[in-house]
């Protein structure tokens, strides 16, 4: 690409209404720029840094068998009715009617689709395993797009789903994709965790998550300093070493008038909120429930749905907590309702908790004292807590989650009857894994972990172009003419390479191969007349000076070695 009639441009200051460093300069290099909320165009640059990390995906993804379709964007709302998921997506899908009235959706995602495709090979056990995929854009009314390309309404990704004949041909399966995806990660070098993760509207045995370390990211993750462990905080497992050697008192009825909060009880019967049981009331579907936990912790929501194994959780409404209790002063002792008590909790003695009258709480309250009806892990994971794999400390790390891989197993082929008969011809569901790799959040991973005051520093793997010249000046036909030269040479075998023969500034042509990231500039300027060029890479600060005909040697190896 030679810059001087090529479509390309720049823009010097930041970008006020981008709120990440990769999306400010994304747009500011002229790869990316915003059509509306959340919906970006891909500019020539940006498509081509889109194309490379594609490039690499899809390269892994053939080593493992796995062969590439397409499926279509518009879907018939049925598809996803067929399967029970039109309610959890809720009013995050787009949707439309066609001239004919019918219902249609922009797809937010492809199992189902993969499913019909499936049925059309699938009749016996001989027709697995087997696994197929696309890359492919998807559709989603997020509600608040941010942070660039991180969080928007049409994005690409790649979608794989594997089909397999029992758990142990899944299992198989789901460890090709698992080291695929390492393999994927690793060569667009992005420092990122694996961590366990909720299955959410997908369903299914297991996810995990690959997640990209930035301080920008969305999501929490516990990680161990001393061992491999690493989780989402969602479903961040709480291992409870709390032990009291207390006697047990009995429960007495306090007076603690307009005292409703922990930090407000606390203070007023000056204890810690340790000693506090915090009560709270959930609409687990259409059930009201108690849950409580220690007064200094929080209520995990995920954790609790799977143990309730309902599809929703929200905060019960103060109408509803005053059909039961009072609100303010709500305890476990004769509710009325279903309790459920944090397994760390199941340990306290002693504790203050809600009488269930205005005014007025209970101390010394124990275990002894009220019905629980379920006991488990239903909070969050705290700084104090301990590893659950050593028990060694743990520390908590924000990440982008650029990859996920699901062990499905028969949910979508029960709902579907994707079916297959055995040896002894008997029909048996088909097991499934779904796996899944966000290309646009990819790219703006690569730039969060990788940029300084100047611009985006990107691996030779996914920058659009590995070398550019920089020509010192255009009107000097040596400096010019050997440009050329190397610029048709290096291209001829395969080096993507810019040159950058604009009529502009030294200065400013600089500034902007280091914005734009080519990870190689080569500077044609009067080091010609001593039959040397000034070699920078962009992730150095150090220049060398390279002899003229050594140039493309040079480059050739430093390309090879670092992609």
């Given at each position: 690409?030679?810059?001087?009639?090529?479509?390309?441009?720049?823009?010097?200051?930041?970008?006020?209404?981008?709120?990440?460093?990769?999306?400010?300069?994304?747009?500011?290099?002229?790869?990316?720029?915003?059509?509306?909320?959340?919906?970006?165009?891909?500019?020539?640059?940006?498509?081509?840094?889109?194309?490379?990390?594609?490039?690499?995906?899809?390269?892994?993804?053939?080593?493992?068998?796995?062969?590439?379709?397409?499926?279509?964007?518009?879907?018939?709302?049925?598809v996803?009715?067929?399967?029970?998921?039109?309610?959890?997506?809720?009013?995050?899908?787009?949707?439309?009617?066609?001239?004919?009235?019918?219902?249609?959706?922009?797809?937010?995602?492809?199992?189902?689709?993969?499913?019909?495709?499936?049925?059309?090979?699938?009749?016996?056990?001989?027709?697995?395993?087997?696994?197929?995929?696309?890359?492919?854009?998807?559709?989603?009314?997020?509600?608040?797009?941010?942070?660039?390309?991180i969080?928007?309404?049409?994005?690409?990704?790649?979608?794989?789903?594997?089909?397999?004949?029992?758990?142990?041909?899944?299992?198989?399966?789901?460890?090709?994709?698992?080291?695929?995806?390492?393999?994927?990660?690793?060569?667009?070098?992005?420092?990122?965790?694996?961590?366990?993760?909720?299955?959410?509207?997908m369903?299914?045995?297991?996810?995990?998550?690959?997640?990209?370390?930035?301080d920008?990211?969305?999501?929490?993750?516990?990680?161990?300093?001393?061992?491999?462990?690493?989780?989402?905080?969602?479903?961040?497992?709480?291992?409870?070493?709390?032990v009291?050697?207390?006697?047990?008192?009995?429960?007495?009825?306090?007076?603690?008038?307009?005292?409703?909060?922990?930090?407000?009880?606390?203070?007023?019967?000056?204890?810690?909120?340790?000693?506090?049981?915090?009560?709270?009331?959930?609409?687990?579907?259409?059930?009201?429930?108690?849950?409580?936990?220690?007064?200094?912790?929080?209520?995990?929501?995920?954790?609790?749905?799977?143990?309730?194994?309902?599809?929703?959780?929200?905060?019960?409404?103060?109408?509803e907590?005053?059909?039961?209790?009072?609100?303010?002063?709500?305890?476990?002792?004769?509710?009325?309702?279903?309790?459920?008590?944090?397994?760390?909790?199941?340990?306290?003695?002693?504790?203050?908790?809600?009488?269930?009258?205005?005014?007025y709480?209970?101390k010394?309250?124990?275990?002894?004292?009220?019905?629980?009806?379920?006991?488990?892990?239903?909070?969050?994971?705290?700084?104090?807590?301990?590893?659950?794999?050593?028990?060694?400390?743990?520390?908590?790390?924000?990440?982008?989650?650029?990859?996920?891989?699901?062990?499905?197993?028969?949910?979508?082929?029960?709902?579907?009857?994707?079916?297959?008969?055995?040896?002894?011809?008997?029909?048996?569901?088909?097991?499934?894994?779904?796996?899944?790799?966000?290309?646009?959040?990819?790219?703006?991973?690569?730039?969060?972990?990788?940029?300084?005051?100047?611009?985006?520093?990107?691996?030779?793997?996914?920058?659009?172009?590995?070398?550019?010249?920089?020509?010192?000046?255009?009107?000097?036909?040596?400096?010019?003419?050997?440009?050329?030269?190397?610029?048709?040479?290096?291209?001829?075998?395969?080096?993507?390479?810019?040159?950058d023969?604009?009529?502009?500034?030294?200065?400013?042509?600089?500034?902007?191969?280091?914005?734009?990231?080519?990870?190689?500039?080569?500077v044609a300027?009067?080091?010609?007349?001593?039959?040397?060029?000034?070699?920078?890479?962009?992730?150095?600060?150090?220049?060398?000076?390279?002899?003229?005909?050594?140039?493309k040697?040079?480059?050739?190896?430093?390309?090879?070695?670092?992609?």
């Open positions: 690409m030679k810059l001087k009639n090529s479509f390309f441009y720049t823009l010097r200051e930041d970008v006020k209404d981008e709120d990440s460093i990769s999306g400010n300069l994304l747009v500011r290099s002229g790869m990316i720029k915003k059509s509306s909320s959340g919906i970006y165009m891909m500019m020539p640059l940006g498509f081509k840094v889109l194309k490379n990390i594609e490039n690499i995906v899809r390269d892994e993804m053939n080593k493992t068998g796995a062969v590439e379709l397409m499926m279509p964007s518009l879907i018939h709302e049925e996803y009715e067929r399967s029970g998921r039109t309610k959890a997506f809720g009013s995050s899908v787009f949707k439309l009617n066609d001239r004919f009235n019918k219902p249609y959706v922009l797809g937010p995602t492809h199992e189902e689709l993969f499913v019909l495709a499936a049925k059309e090979k699938i009749k016996s056990y001989k027709d697995m395993p087997f696994n197929i995929y696309q890359i492919q854009n998807k559709f989603r009314d997020e509600p608040r797009p941010r942070y660039g390309l969080r928007v309404r049409e994005f690409t990704m790649k979608d794989a789903y594997s089909f397999d004949r029992d758990l142990d041909g899944l299992n198989i399966s789901y460890k090709k994709m698992y080291d695929a995806y390492k393999s994927i990660f690793d060569r667009l070098g992005i420092n990122y965790k694996i961590v366990k993760a909720d299955t959410g509207v369903g299914g045995l297991l996810s995990e998550e690959f997640q990209a370390i930035t920008i990211g969305e999501d929490k993750l516990i990680i161990c300093e001393n061992c491999d462990y690493a989780s989402n905080i969602e479903v961040a497992e709480c291992v409870c070493n709390y009291s050697d207390e006697k047990e008192l009995d429960k007495e009825l306090i007076e603690t008038p307009n005292k409703k909060t922990i930090e407000e009880v606390g203070e007023f019967l000056n204890i810690s909120p340790k000693k506090l049981l915090k009560s709270v009331v959930v609409k687990a579907d259409d059930e009201l429930v108690l849950c409580l936990i220690r007064g200094d912790r929080s209520l995990n929501d995920i954790k609790l749905s799977k143990i309730l194994n309902c599809t929703n959780i929200e905060m019960a409404s103060s109408q907590v005053n059909s039961i209790s009072k609100e303010g002063f709500v305890g476990p002792i004769d509710i009325g309702i279903k309790v459920v008590i944090d397994e760390e909790a199941s340990h306290m003695k002693n504790f203050v908790t809600g009488a269930n009258k205005e005014n709480h209970y010394n309250v124990n275990l002894k004292d009220f019905k629980c009806d379920i006991k488990a892990d239903i909070r969050f994971i705290e700084n104090d807590d301990k590893c659950p794999k050593c028990g060694s400390k743990l520390r908590s790390v924000k990440g982008i989650e650029i990859g996920n891989t699901f062990k499905l197993g028969t949910k979508y082929a029960e709902a579907l009857s994707l079916n297959y008969l055995d040896e002894n011809n008997k029909l048996n569901p088909v097991f499934m894994g779904s796996y899944g790799i966000g290309i646009g959040r990819c790219m703006a991973s690569i730039i969060e972990q990788n940029h300084d005051d100047a611009g985006m520093i990107l691996p030779m793997s996914i920058a659009p172009f590995k070398v550019c010249i920089v020509v010192i000046n255009a009107k000097d036909d040596k400096q010019m003419g050997f440009a050329s030269k190397l610029y048709d040479e290096l291209n001829s075998i395969g080096i993507d390479t810019l040159l023969d604009r009529d502009e500034r030294p200065g400013i042509k600089f500034n902007d191969m280091d914005l734009i990231g080519i990870p190689i500039r080569v300027g009067r080091g010609l007349d001593n039959n040397v060029v000034e070699v920078k890479l962009r992730k150095e600060s150090d220049k060398k000076e390279i002899e003229v005909d050594k140039i040697d040079y480059i050739k190896n430093l390309v090879y070695n670092n992609n």
